[in-house]
């Protein structure tokens, strides 16, 4: 059971990129899943969330409007399309699964409630 995300590299500021979220050993469709970041120095915080039928999606206001997540289930991948791209989102983007749900209510963007993460893909946005 894991997840694998890929898809970051380097971008000039305007440009877009498109992360992608394998999951292997489980259907993604059963899940919430959302994306966090880490940037050098900082914590890790969230990007945004998506339930598995992709009726509720919640962004965090620094992505609102340049940020969309969706969903493949028959490729059981989960996608970040980021558009307008700004150097302060150079980060570390990870994937995640809920811990001990299927989905959730309230802040779904707490780290704390995710138990599967895939690895980190760079994203650098720089000119």
């Known amino acids: 059971v894991q997840l694998q995300a890929s898809g970051g590299g380097m971008m000039q500021p305007g440009g877009s990129l498109r992360l992608s979220c394998a999951a292997s050993?489980?259907?993604?469709?059963?899940?919430?899943i959302a994306w966090f970041r880490e940037a050098p120095g900082k914590e890790r915080e969230g990007v945004g969330y998506?339930?598995?039928?992709?009726?509720?999606?919640v962004y965090a206001e620094a992505v609102k409007g340049r940020f969309t997540m969706y969903r493949d289930n028959a490729k059981n991948t989960v996608y970040l399309q980021m558009n307008s791209l700004k150097p302060e989102d150079t980060a570390s983007y990870y994937c995640?699964?809920?811990?001990?749900?299927?989905?959730?209510?309230?802040?779904?963007?707490?780290?704390?409630?995710?138990?599967?993460w895939g690895q980190g893909t760079l994203v650098t946005v720089s000119s």
């Open positions: 050993g489980f259907s993604l469709r059963n899940y919430a």
């Open positions: 998506i339930t598995g039928t992709s009726s509720t999606q």
């Open positions: 995640a699964r809920p811990r001990n749900a299927h989905q959730l209510a309230g802040n779904r963007l707490d780290m704390a409630r995710y138990g599967l």
